[in-house]
């Protein structure tokens, strides 16, 4: 079963997160705190996938009244292979449309193979015509890698 994703479901998506790897998390922006924000503020676009009486994927997805972005798109190992990754991205890019939101982007981890494969076989492609940059306002803010590869350095652009 898919459906909206809501603040109750925030420890077992959490719990999620932590068993992907090559994943990474804020230590604020996925705060129980961040993500009530962000649900909030998106209250219809995001979504977990329970089977067996749990949550075994989840994606944050939002928009900025011109672009979606998804967050976090995650199936436990265990249940990848059944197409719910699948469902999920369609369930999210339905709730953009209804939104009149067009075009969703998202960021992948190098390390993290099995994502970068999973959307490569959706048809999604890998934009060479722009560098991504990040500027952290908060320090406080810090990656949280999830597995033993270490995830790329930020720095402030100077």
């Avoid at 925030?10 to 230590?27: C, H, K």
């Avoid at 953009?96 to 494969?117: D, H, M, Q, R, T």
């Avoid at 810090?142 to 033993?148: E, F, L, Q, S, Y």
Wanted: charged share 30%; with cysteine; net charge neutral.
């Amino acid at each position: 079963m898919i459906r909206v994703m809501t603040i109750e479901d925030y420890d077992e998506v959490f719990t999620l997160w932590n068993s992907i790897q090559g994943f990474a998390i804020r230590s604020i922006d996925d705060s129980r705190e961040g993500v009530a924000r962000f649900l909030r503020r998106n209250p219809t676009t995001s979504c977990v996938y329970i089977k067996d009486g749990k949550i075994v994927g989840a994606i944050l997805c939002g928009h900025d009244g011109r672009q979606g972005s998804f967050y976090h798109v995650c199936v436990d190992k265990d249940y990848r292979r059944h197409h719910i990754g699948h469902k999920m991205v369609d369930f999210c890019i339905e709730a953009l449309k209804k939104e009149y939101i067009s075009k969703v982007s998202l960021n992948a981890f190098v390390i993290n193979e099995a994502g970068n494969a999973f959307w490569t076989k959706m048809g999604w492609k890998i934009r060479e015509d722009l560098n991504e940059y990040d500027y952290i306002i908060n320090m406080n803010n810090r990656n949280v890698v999830i597995g033993d590869k270490e995830i790329g350095k930020e720095r402030n652009a100077s």
